[in-house]
């Protein structure tokens, strides 16, 4: 392989390495914020922040979905890249030439069975929690 291809390839492993480490933290975000609120809505607080603990499951489920999409284009990219002649190396990093019909879309990662797992999850907590919560 030659040098130019390399230091492509090198550029989007960087990328998708940036996207799994916001992914991570994402997720760390999500559980550390509900668990907050959980607290903030104890037995001798207000039961009504339990509401707001949807808030940031469901806006970090979306972020972490982004990444999650984020991620797989840019290994297609580098899919890409690595069966492209020397010669062609442009060292564009623009995702659009690998998105199109058989690509997933954002709302496709958001839902896939990785996330569904983990924020589902979250979300099942918060409604146990809040039915446990509000039924006392």
């Known amino acids: 392989m030659r040098e130019n291809k390399r230091k492509h390839l090198e550029f989007i492993q960087g990328v998708v390495n940036r996207l799994s480490t916001n992914s991570f933290l994402l997720k760390g975000w ?3 914020l509900v668990s907050a609120l959980f607290v903030l809505s104890s037995k001798d607080a207000r039961p009504a922040f339990l509401f707001l603990t949807y808030i940031p499951a469901i806006i ?3 972020l972490d979905g982004y990444c999650l999409w984020q991620e797989r284009l840019f290994r297609a990219l580098y899919q890409q ?3 492209i002649p020397e010669d ?7 995702t659009k030439k690998v998105e199109g019909e058989d690509r997933p879309t954002w709302l496709y990662a958001t839902f896939s069975k990785t ?3 983990f924020h589902g999850a979250l979300i099942i907590s918060i409604v146990v929690v809040m039915f446990l919560g509000l039924s006392r």
């Not at 062609?88 to 623009?94: A, E, G, K, L, Y």
């Open 30 to 32: 999500s559980v550390a």
């Open 60 to 62: 970090f489920w979306g």
């Open 81 to 83: 890249v690595r069966t």
């Open 88 to 94: 062609q190396i442009d060292f564009c990093m623009s």
């Open 115 to 117: 996330l569904i797992v």
